[in-house]
């Protein structure tokens, strides 16, 4: 299909008209959105933008959009809702809990059944020929409509940005923001004067950490001998003569002069290719960073991607409410609460990697895929990302998609897939095996997402099973892409200087 922008604006101006009619009529709106870091950033966004307007609503963060939950909100609110970052896997489950009820479905993951019902509108890129993995958020979508909601909601696209490297969607040159999320949101923003875009030392912790530990904490891409370890990091900076204090005032990155964050991505690069690292992953030191210009120099929201995961952590821990507030400008007792939840995530994090590493026969290797199943050992908001980070820090093999199991607390069993971009190009979708496995598993089963990230939700004692089914799905995505072999092939064919 072919990209069509104006069909698409059209759908937000339209939803945002149903929106309107809502709020003149002083309806009580409920909002639902998912507890990732992108799904937050768009619940700020229509809950900044009904604030704004006076209108009555309630805000929800929920880790799926099934049955289960469709029938609680049924009860317990029925009336008007909005739906962001999820719902268009979901369509048939809202037109049958929801029959007698109004809605707006503001989603960016591909569609699984019908475009809309009488009362039912759907804003959704693929509808109109963009691919929301990588084009365009759920909080992208979400700032269509608001910008429809009230000219003055163009500071908001900075919130639309927070949503889209959260998503990772940060997959142009030099980890650049591309489609809609760059030509339209981040121009948005920076006409608003909101958003800063420089290319620059792209470590996470730019504007947080000090230069060592934000060089420590570094795993996308991992660094032998620095990654994981305190001692390399400080060893390899006394090595570049950067000062790393300012009096008794540790320096960080975005503070460094020019001819210092040259001389940091420089000693970086030779550093990473004689470790053998393909020079494709050295050169990904320098890259788009994205500063958000109205927030305090040094703080958690002030680096976009930094912003990002500090809502995920709040999500993950089953606070999203905390990190949709600081999207909403919350800067008191909310934000320091956050900051909290933050280090209480990051430790769980390294609990788990820890579990991952350490326990006994955890991961099993299959052919084309690598499995663990966490049991209770990790919680179900967490093993997704656990899973992500040991694929980037090696603890796993990168070379094959990794399928997690956890269990969930209502007695099923959360399942998360994670790949690389590398499978990916070699024709892996995990967001159709999720879906199409569920399909043929049935028993309730529900599951989707995006081609490097997905996820599902299954019975209790079918992981085997299902498993069978998505490794046998996986064969024939491969198998219909000639690079297959060479996505299965542990060594790398990038020239790198020894």
Excluded at 35 to 46: K, N, V
Excluded at 178 to 207: H, P
Aim: overall charge negative.
């Amino acid at each position: 299909m072919t990209p069509d922008l104006d069909r698409l604006l059209e759908l937000a101006d339209a939803a945002a008209s149903h929106i309107n009619d809502w709020i003149h009529a002083g309806e009580f709106i409920f909002v639902t959105s998912h507890l990732d870091a992108d799904g937050l950033s768009a619940a700020g966004i229509i809950g900044a933008a009904l604030h704004r307007r006076n209108a009555r609503f309630q805000l929800r963060i929920t880790r799926q959009l099934d049955q289960v939950y469709l029938s609680s909100l049924a009860a317990e609110a029925p009336g008007f809702h909005i739906f962001t970052d999820l719902g268009s896997g979901q369509i048939p489950h809202i037109r049958e809990t929801l029959a007698n009820a109004q809605a707006v479905v503001l989603d960016h993951h591909p569609p699984t059944g019908a475009e809309s019902f009488a009362n039912l509108r759907q804003v959704n890129p693929h509808l109109c020929g963009f691919d929301g993995t990588y084009e365009i958020s759920g909080a992208g979508v979400t700032y269509l409509v608001a910008r429809h909601l009230g000219s003055a909601n163009a500071d908001l696209a900075c919130l639309a940005v927070v949503g889209a490297v959260g998503d990772i969607q940060d997959r142009g040159d030099k980890h650049s923001l591309v489609g809609l999320n760059n030509d339209l949101i981040v121009e948005d923003a920076k006409a608003a004067n909101a958003l800063e875009v420089a290319i620059d030392v792209r470590l996470f912790g730019r504007e947080t950490r000090p230069i060592h530990v934000a060089l420590q904490y570094t795993t996308d891409p991992f660094i032998p001998g620095i990654s994981n370890n305190p001692d390399g990091a400080l060893a390899f900076l006394r090595e570049t003569e950067i000062e790393l204090k300012d009096g008794e005032q540790w320096r960080s990155i975005a503070v460094l002069t020019k001819e210092e964050k040259r001389r940091l991505n420089s000693s970086l690069i030779t550093y990473m290719l004689k470790q053998n690292m393909p020079a494709s992953e050295a050169q990904s030191m320098i890259g788009y960073v994205y500063t958000l210009k109205q927030e305090e120099p040094g703080s958690s929201v002030r680096d976009a991607r930094e912003f990002s995961t500090l809502l995920n952590a709040c999500g993950r821990s089953d606070q999203g409410t905390v990190g949709v507030a600081i999207c909403m400008g919350e800067r008191g007792d909310l934000y320091k609460r956050a900051d909290s939840i933050l280090k209480e995530h990051r430790r769980q994090l390294a609990d788990g990697l820890t579990w991952l590493a350490e326990a006994p026969g955890a991961v099993e290797t299959r052919p084309l895929l690598q499995v663990f199943h966490a049991t209770d050992k990790i919680p179900e908001t967490l093993v997704g990302s656990i899973a992500g980070v040991a694929l980037n820090s090696r603890i796993l093999d990168w070379s094959k998609p990794i399928i997690a199991f956890s269990y969930t607390h209502d007695g099923r069993v959360k399942v998360s897939a994670r790949t690389t971009r590398r499978i990916v190009k070699a024709g892996a979708n995990l967001g159709e095996l999720m879906h199409k496995a569920c399909e043929e598993l049935g028993s309730g089963s529900e599951g989707g997402g995006h081609n490097i990230a997905a996820g599902a939700t299954i019975p209790k004692g079918f992981e085997t099973r299902f498993i069978g089914i998505v490794e046998r799905l996986l064969a024939k995505q491969l198998g219909r892409m000639k690079d297959a072999t060479a996505a299965m092939d542990n060594s790398s064919r990038v020239e790198t200087i020894k």
